[in-house]
Structure formats: structure tokens, C-alpha cells
């Protein structure tokens, strides 16, 4: 089953995730999304967005521009749009540069239960306000 992406999320600025999201069409554990949705905590005009929680899809974050700078799918994934030069110090911390449909400004955690992602979220919400 396709989910449908809001109209206001389809932009310039989200087209490498938009394009990860049309070619996967991932689904998202519950536990995962709420994961991210904690990371988000107390950063100023976070929204977050699922296409139908009811059948565990996806889930972003986005500023209050509709802009996608964080996302949950899979049983265990999170990745988030970085600046390129945070990309060594977020594999340090275990993430991984997606290179498929995203570039590699996308790093995402596999397995994110035990990385602290409050930083990576910080940074990858001041980023999509740049």
C-alpha cells in the first residue's frame, strides 16, 4: 500500500527524502517513531507527520515550513538530515551516510535504541532552518 505525502511536503528542499520515501514506501515500528518524536523535545516549531499511523508508515519530523529533516521507518531506523561536516562525528556515534536515495547529507541509525539522538535531531532542525 502507497501512502500519500501531504502536498505541502513536496518542495525542492525535501526531494531526496521524498524520493527515498515514493521508491520505499516504508512502514515505521510505533516504538521507533516515538523515539523520535522524544529527540524533538523541546526544539522550537517541530511538527511531526504521519501519512496513516494506524498502519505503522513512516513518520517525519518537519519545521513548521513543511521542510523533512527527520525520519523513523523499519522496525529500528532513524535518520536525519545533517550538515555535511557533522557526517564523521555521526559515524562515530554509529550512524551511517545513506548513499541510495539520499545523499549523503542523510545519516541514519540502525538499531537507534541505544544512541543518544537528541544532538542529531538539534543539529538536523537548526540545519533545516539554515
Not at 521524498?18 to 516504508?26: C, M, R, S, T, Y
Request: aromatic fraction near 14%; hydrophobic fraction near 45%; glycine fraction near 4%.
Amino acid at each position: 500500500m502507497a501512502w500519500d505525502l501531504d502536498d505541502r511536503f513536496k518542495t525542492k528542499a525535501n526531494r531526496e527524502i521524498l524520493a527515498f520515501i515514493q521508491d520505499k514506501n516504508p512502514s515505521a515500528h510505533s516504538d521507533i517513531v516515538d523515539l523520535l518524536i522524544r529527540s524533538a523535545e523541546g526544539l522550537p516549531h517541530v511538527r511531526w507527520y504521519c501519512p496513516n499511523k494506524w498502519q505503522y508508515a513512516y513518520t517525519v519530523l518537519h519545521t513548521n515550513k513543511y521542510i523533512i529533516f527527520g525520519i523513523a521507518f523499519g522496525m529500528s531506523s532513524i535518520a536525519f538530515q545533517l550538515p555535511v561536516d557533522w557526517i564523521p562525528e555521526a559515524m562515530v556515534a554509529r550512524g551511517v551516510p545513506c548513499y541510495l536515495s539520499m545523499s549523503e547529507a542523510w545519516v541514519v541509525w540502525e538499531g537507534a535504541w541505544s544512541a543518544n539522538l537528541k544532538p542529531w535531531c538539534r543539529a538536523a532542525h537548526d540545519h533545516a532552518w539554515r
